[in-house]
């Protein structure tokens, strides 16, 4: 199934969603609409509110709230872009500059801080105040993820352990979110909701590993967006924890000297140590990875088989296989 | 009436306030407590919290709900001090160095993040959805406020009509929705939260122009944050509009070439063109401002006034008077 395929069954409701967020992004001030406007633009496939409507549609029934609370996912997922875009230093997302590159780094934080406060409003503006707290909860983990992540910067002993801890907060939290608020207001129960909870923890475990692959693999006219900054900012994802494991003791000294050296420049885009991309490929590293991604996509669809043969399984299961196959 | 004894009535009540913020600021990991730690030492007199009680108490009673909602308004303050500091490149705060001098800008732009976040969990869990989204909108608007501030940087045209009206929303919205929020939960009607949110609105855009008198009169010593940074950022406040305006031509054009001069070079603390401290005094925009600030602490007692005779009003008319004889 191709991603329009497994799509097609909430295309008109990610279209409802945009209608819905439409005249809440069109502010008094016509700078700030510019501003919005423009991170507008960073919004590819909407991957979160999708599946907060994939869960609705395979439940049987999407309502306001869905739509509501698909829209908080996305502007909150935005907000969080908007604020990394400035501590990776990232010049290029979705193919556009960067918001701070366009309208400075100051004007940007503060446009985070909007945007996270436009979602807020909107978690607010439901009848279970309970969900707009999960979903500030949802974003306070976000947030301790990414600075968990900061302060292993240059920390070449991280290891799998660790990086699965950033990763369970600062992405799986989000989707996991998103395939509870699908079930919740789909009219699942407990069951529902707790098994398509699992299924985007994994699916958001499984994307993370996904992008910290393409980020040392991928192409940057295909993605739209900077690439190499995690070695150059000094950030070990799985692939290099992994290589930095099998590399033989001499070796990996060299290699880590060399990775040190890249993280006292601190500039992003920096080439690392020699030879280390062919060493990726070389000692497993990369494979290993990838493995590991499908591991995640396989209980993401273990979480959604425990559901019996429920309508839209096969979307769902091609979103899960979606996150880890995608070169953008 | 000093400080202390108009707050009187309230000190119990700030003393609730920390204690239902103590346990709520104390997160698993230990890094993240250091960092809530060291923002915590930025809480001086709490003014907006003590704004929430004095407006209860006077109305007759004080709820869970005020102190709770008392809390997210110190964090949303918090929040904005925390991002500011790193926009304003300012070192020191409450005599502490700043967050992001010590944690680094990139983390302390999460910080502050979180902060928020914590902020709308806990403004999330009343029974009021509505207090929720009002406070949610109250926070937008000191991001625009700011946002207008910074685009106007460097901006010498810059006149009284926008210099207020970036003041009411980046300082006197979150004022003014203290008063409100004392009023309302306090047993008011609309008569009492109109009068005691425009009490609130009054009183912060006093307290910015004294605060922005102080950034350029203050003694850093006293304040224990540092001071002139306004001046160094090309940023325009009452003193300097009004001295501009009032300057005859040829010095009006002398000194904005050297404000202009001194925003391109960009460096927070710079010293100005030659002589415009004293063309502060001399010019009469000091006492210009001084008299301005006045006016709107008039206006907040008769906010009050407009009530009739309530219990704690000579309280809040020292409030009122508080925020602009402060040297500190």
């Not at 739509?67 to 290029?92: G, P, Y």
């Not at 699908?182 to 996904?210: L, T």
Request: aromatic content about 8%.
């Amino acid at each position: 199934m191709t991603a329009a395929e497994f799509l097609e069954p909430v295309q008109a409701d990610l279209a409802a969603m945009e209608d819905f967020l439409a005249p809440e992004l069109r502010p008094q001030e016509r700078f700030l609409g510019e501003y919005l406007a423009h991170v507008s633009r960073y919004r590819g496939k909407r991957l979160r509110p999708a599946l907060v409507f994939l869960v609705a549609r395979s439940l049987g029934r999407v309502t306001p709230d869905h739509v509501r609370l698909a829209a908080v996912a996305e502007l909150l997922h935005t907000a969080t872009l908007v604020h990394d875009d400035i501590l990776d230093a990232a010049a290029i997302r979705r193919g556009n500059p960067t918001a701070h590159t366009v309208f400075g780094t100051e004007q940007t934080v503060l446009l985070g801080d909007y945007l996270f406060a436009r979602a807020y409003e909107l978690a607010c503006r439901g009848s279970e105040p309970e969900i707009a707290v999960f979903l500030a909860r949802t974003a306070q983990a976000i947030c301790v993820g990414e600075m968990l992540q900061i302060r292993n910067r240059g920390n070449l002993e991280i290891g799998e352990p660790d990086y699965f801890r950033i990763i369970e907060q600062k992405t799986a939290a989000l989707y996991a979110a998103c395939g509870f608020i699908g079930a919740h207001y789909g009219g699942g129960g407990p069951r529902e909701s707790g098994a398509f909870s699992e299924f985007g923890r994994n699916v958001g475990i499984a994307f993370q590993i996904a992008d910290d692959l393409l980020d040392l693999t991928g192409d940057e006219r295909v993605l739209g967006k900077t690439l190499g900054t995690d070695v150059g900012n000094g950030k070990l994802t799985l692939p290099l924890i992994r290589m930095l494991e099998v590399l033989p003791a001499g070796e990996r000294a060299r290699v880590r000297q060399g990775l040190l050296r890249n993280g006292h420049d601190g500039h992003a885009g920096h080439d690392g140590p020699p030879g280390w991309r062919a060493l990726l490929g070389s000692t497993g590293a990369l494979d290993y990875a990838h493995s590991r991604a499908g591991d995640f996509v396989a209980a993401a669809k273990r979480a959604v088989g425990s559901l019996g043969a429920i309508p839209l399984r096969e979307n769902l299961e091609a979103f899960a296989d979606f996150v880890i196959s995608r070169n953008a």
